[in-house]
């Protein structure tokens, strides 16, 4: 399985990447989630102007993050 073959089949099958506790691009973006998975749930709709429950923007949540590449089968993939 390929990091983002499960989110696709999640997202593909009606899973809503958008608010509803904390947000999965918000929870993604804390933890050492490949960029395919992260583009991947923006392609689907993901608002990247969420915000932590904390206030704090995506984007600042994201300059915080470890560096994280993908694993280099997924360089190929396309998002949807």
Do not use: C, F, H, W
């Amino acid at each position: 399985m390929t990091t983002n073959e499960l989110p696709r089949r999640l997202l593909g099958a009606g899973a809503r990447p958008g608010p509803d506790e904390e947000a999965p691009l918000i929870t993604a973006l804390m933890r050492p989630v490949a960029p395919a998975v992260l583009r991947l749930l923006l392609a689907y709709g993901a608002d990247a102007d969420q915000r932590r429950s904390d206030a704090t923007p995506a984007i600042v949540v994201a300059a915080r993050r470890e560096p994280v590449e993908d694993p280099p089968r997924d360089r190929d993939e396309r998002v949807p």
